[in-house]
């Protein structure tokens, strides 16, 4: 197994998790928690594949389905949607963080083995990073996170630049692969912990 297959299943499991826990949130029946799992999963490599012209790879390879349905079981046979909202909450913040930060590099890959530019890489990675999450979002009522998360959607476009720099410099190894996932996902977090934020248009209230 390559460095990108396992941050591929780690991504993967992470966003079932979170569709899972927005499924069981939004108190929808079984079919209804699985479809927002998948949707979180796979929709926003199938965005990627279809903006390339290429078969989605769930329709070709079943490793992904394999690896969300066992989560989903896994999930259920834990009962996490029966642990405390505050559990909860923080499973969602890192299962959510995990896959961004996974399919932002495995989109990102993408991009570079086509030999896309920079802006094409990028919006691979942003796509992968960022697609299912907003469908599923979209599905169930939701403003989609990436619209009003903090440093949300630049972590994916942040990786996405720097894999293109990095495969440019020959430096494309295990140990980036790793070293750009662990950053992604800190960065997320700590963005999260101390309310990093992009500047916004709206003016800030007097308290």
Do not use: E
């Not at 796979?42 to 790879?57: E, S, T």
């Not at 530019?117 to 960022?130: P, S």
């Not at 980036?176 to 209230?205: E, I, K």
Request: glycine content about 12%; proline content about 2%; aromatic content about 12%.
């Amino acid at each position: 197994m390559t460095s990108t297959d396992f941050i591929q299943i780690i991504g993967t499991a992470a966003f079932a998790v979170s569709g899972y826990l927005v499924g069981y949130g939004k108190r929808l029946d079984v079919l209804g928690v699985i479809i927002t799992a998948l949707l979180t999963a796979v929709g926003g490599g199938m965005m990627r594949d279809a903006l390339v012209g290429q078969i989605p790879q769930v329709f070709q390879h079943t490793d992904a389905l394999i690896v969300v349905f066992a989560t989903l079981a896994l999930a259920w046979l834990l009962r996490l949607q029966r642990y405390r909202r505050t559990y909860l909450a923080a499973a969602f913040l890192i299962a959510d963080a995990i896959g961004l930060a996974a399919f932002s590099i495995t989109g990102a890959q993408i991009g570079i083995g086509l030999h896309l530019n920079l802006f094409g890489v990028i919006v691979l990675a942003f796509v992968t990073a960022v697609g299912g999450g907003i469908a599923r979002d979209i599905l169930v009522n939701d403003v989609p996170i990436v619209l009003r998360a903090d440093l949300y959607g630049s972590v994916a476009i942040l990786i996405g630049g720097l894999m293109y720099l990095f495969a440019r410099l020959g430096w494309i190894n295990a140990f980036t692969l790793h070293l750009l996932f662990a950053a992604g996902l800190f960065l997320r977090l700590a963005a999260y912990r101390f309310h990093w934020q992009l500047p916004g248009f709206q003016p800030h209230r007097r308290k």
